[in-house]
């Protein structure tokens, strides 16, 4: 349903929780001048209104909504940078009394969007600072994180896109820039440009939920996203080795995949995926773990939004060139179709499993709606998921695996234990 252009309400009408849960999504642009800013909003929106001026208070109110919960979270699908409000609340067949929990939380999301903690056109100054302490804080933790560091410098080497060489949260030194106005008018330009999608599953009435929307005050936009990123291959590899005092090695390799969310080798592409890293019966993890010992952790992981294969190792310094053999002889394998029977079907069989666990998950089944919208296609089933992995055939896999071409090599040397002792 169209509550103005480039705002869309979907319902999901579903029985099997107890608790409903909302959420209203913003798509924006990455863009590497309004990551920052953009995470600043969502720390923002979970904290403080007018109505609730303080974490306290805004706790406080939720917890009297028989435990209503409230959070933001940030993600990423190729060049789309998502901001969400989470809202989960018991469905009314389970409150008692003629308390309408639904129209509890749409005035408390009303309240956060439209009535936020400001003065004079900025985010109120105390307030904000302490958020963007926060978040910087939250940053220097994972940057002490070698394989969180490790993984944001592939990402450099391999995007030519800045925006999509930095961290969903953007920067320490990008958020150190930013201040209580500029994040403020970042939130009025989400609300008035961004994408929305507010998506209600569960048991609820869904014509008084469409009746309180309504009257949200949200314009008509103009939105064209990008739905998918892709950038040309070159024959160059780009690499980087850094030396770092840590008992730590880590080797990143950066594949260049031109393979996308909803083509046709997408099946294929999962399949493959999960038969060279993606689960613990996969070549990377028998091979270069189990049978030769090469790594305390190996694996893979598939973004189809930007058409990105990433494999990583935990290595010793001294096998990194022995690792990276063993890991192009798998891919190789997979290339020249050698490789059995069994391990097609098991990794099927881990792909539906997983996929039947997240019909169990409402925000999966919000996810998969979104995806759906985004790419103008059907909700796809589960049905329909299973026959398409089902119809992967071996030469399928051989022509998905055939396509990656790497493009990028990341190493983070890791001095030894004596020279750090020597330190």
Same mark, same amino acid.
């Given at each position: ?80 940078? +998502?901001?969400?409000?989470?809202? @989960? ?5 389970? #409150? &008692?009394?003629?308390? /309408?929990?639904?129209?509890?939380? &749409? ?10 903690? +400001?003065?004079?056109?900025?985010? !109120?100054?105390?307030?904000?600072? +302490? ?7 939250? &940053? ?8 969180? /560091? ?34 403020? !008018?970042?939130? !009025? ?18 014509? !008084? ?13 103009? #939105?064209? &996203? ?105 891919? /190789? ?59 992967? @055939? ?6 998905? #695996? ?16 004596? @020279?750090?002792?020597?330190?």
């Amino acid at each position: 349903m169209k509550l103005a252009e480039g705002v869309d309400l979907h319902f999901i009408k579903n029985q099997q929780f107890k608790t409903n849960h909302l959420t209203f999504r913003f798509s924006g642009h990455r863009q590497i001048k309004t990551v920052s800013r953009r995470v600043l909003v969502a720390q923002m929106l979970a904290t403080a209104s007018e109505a609730f001026p303080n974490n306290k208070i805004f706790r406080e109110r939720l917890a009297n909504l028989y435990g209503t919960s409230f959070s933001t979270n940030v993600s990423v699908r190729g060049n789309i940078h +998502i901001v969400d409000i989470d809202i @989960s609340f018991v469905s009314n067949r389970y #409150v &008692l009394g003629q308390e /309408n929990l639904l129209s509890e939380v &749409l005035a408390i999301l009303g309240e956060v969007l439209f009535r936020p903690l +400001i003065s004079l056109e900025k985010y !109120q100054t105390k307030t904000f600072d +302490i958020e963007k302490k926060n978040l910087i804080r939250y &940053l220097e933790i994972d940057e002490q994180d070698q394989f969180y /560091n490790s993984s944001i410098s592939l990402q450099e080497l391999y995007y030519e896109e800045q925006a999509l060489q930095i961290s969903k949260y953007g920067k320490k030194d990008l958020i150190q820039k930013e201040n209580a106005f500029t994040a403020y !008018q970042e939130f !009025q330009k989400m609300l008035k440009e961004d994408k929305i999608d507010i998506f209600l599953l569960g048991d609820f009435d869904d014509y !008084q939920a469409t009746r309180q929307l309504i009257h949200f005050p949200l314009v008509d936009r103009q #939105v064209n &996203l990008q739905k998918v990123y892709s950038q040309e291959f070159i024959n160059i590899v780009r690499e980087k080795v850094v030396t770092k005092k840590t008992t730590q090695s880590i080797l990143q390799l950066g594949y260049h995949i031109p393979i996308y969310y909803g083509g046709k080798d997408y099946y294929a592409m999962l399949v493959a995926e999960g038969m060279l890293g993606g689960f613990s019966h996969s070549k990377l993890f028998s091979v270069v773990r189990e049978k030769e010992s090469l790594a305390y952790t190996v694996g893979s992981r598939y973004d189809a939004f930007s058409g990105f294969l990433r494999i990583y190792a935990g290595i010793e310094k001294n096998s990194r060139a022995k690792t990276f053999k063993v890991i192009n002889q798998q891919i /190789n394998e997979l290339k020249l179709g050698r490789f059995s029977k069994q391990l097609v079907e098991q990794t099927k069989q881990m792909l539906i499993g997983n996929a039947k666990m997240s019909m169990d998950n409402p925000k999966s089944l919000i996810e998969q709606m979104y995806s759906s919208v985004m790419f103008d296609k059907e909700s796809p089933s589960i049905k329909l998921f299973i026959d398409n992995i089902d119809r992967v @055939s071996k030469r399928d896999i051989v022509a998905a #695996v055939g396509l990656m071409k790497l493009q990028a090599v990341y190493f983070l040397e890791g001095e030894s234990d004596e @020279s750090l002792r020597k330190d």
